[in-house]
């Protein structure tokens, strides 16, 4: 990969995390967070140029966000208590 198709990947990847992160915080719903994870990994998807690289990562994003969240939330109860 040369240096500017690597710069764009982590660039459209850092505006799709941020855009979707903004309209978790937004709508401020438990559901919103996937959304964040699969608009970023849209990005990421874009970023390739593949269709069925940008399905794979969309799912991808959305299912990492879901795990992520519910380990952190498991995690952290266990920590409070």
Not at 7 to 22: E, S, W
Not at 35 to 51: C, H, Q
Not at 61 to 81: C, I, K, P, R
Request: charged share 5%; glycine share 20%.
């Amino acid at each position: 990969m040369r240096h500017t198709s690597l710069a764009k990947f982590v660039l459209l990847g850092a505006a799709g995390f941020g855009i979707g992160g903004a309209i978790a915080g937004i709508v401020g719903a438990f559901v919103a967070i996937p959304v964040a994870g699969a608009v970023g990994g849209a990005s990421l998807g874009l970023a390739l140029g593949d269709r069925r690289r940008l399905v794979a990562l969309t799912l991808l994003g959305a299912l990492g966000t879901f795990l992520g969240l519910l380990a952190v939330l498991t995690l952290g109860s266990f920590v409070n208590y």
